[in-house]
């Protein structure tokens, strides 16, 4: 599957589309970015069953700032909605891989059920 940009328009909707979700922020000035770029697009067609997004921070400030991006590139993963992943910096093809494998893999059932028991004492997910 190819990447998709991300608007603010547009990124709700497709978190709530899609079961596994990544993001990359990026911005054309950046070097790790344009690094990445090519690494994130060729390991996306391995993985149909995941939606790859792509955020341009410089098109998109309010999107970046709603995340709470501080460094670029950052990938996010999302699985039913929850954010379970967050990383600043680049990675090579083997270690995205590692991620996008360590998401498919979280007992769902056990993140919601931490997340109820976070919120029922008052506490913060963490991600």
């Known amino acids: 599957m190819a990447t998709t940009d991300l608007t603010t328009t547009d990124f709700q909707q497709t978190l709530e589309d899609n079961d596994i979700l ?3 922020f990026w911005a054309d000035w950046c070097g790790p970015c ?7 697009s060729k390991v996306s067609e391995k ?4 939606t790859f997004g792509k955020v341009d921070t410089e098109a ?15 990938l996010m993963a999302f ?3 929850v ?4 990383q600043p910096g680049a990675l090579n093809a083997e270690q995205l891989t590692e991620v996008i494998t360590a998401v498919k893999d979280l007992d769902m059932n056990e993140v919601h ?6 919120q029922a004492q008052g506490e913060t997910p963490q991600s």
């Open 34 to 40: 344009k690094q990445f770029a090519p690494v994130y």
């Open 83 to 86: 954010l379970v992943f967050s």
């Open 79 to 81: 699985r039913e909605k």
């Open 22 to 24: 990544l993001v990359d």
């Open 60 to 74: 998109e400030r309010e999107l970046a700032a709603a995340a709470n991006i501080t460094s670029i590139p950052t």
């Open 113 to 118: 059920k931490q997340i109820a028991e976070d």
């Open 47 to 50: 993985h149909p069953d995941v």
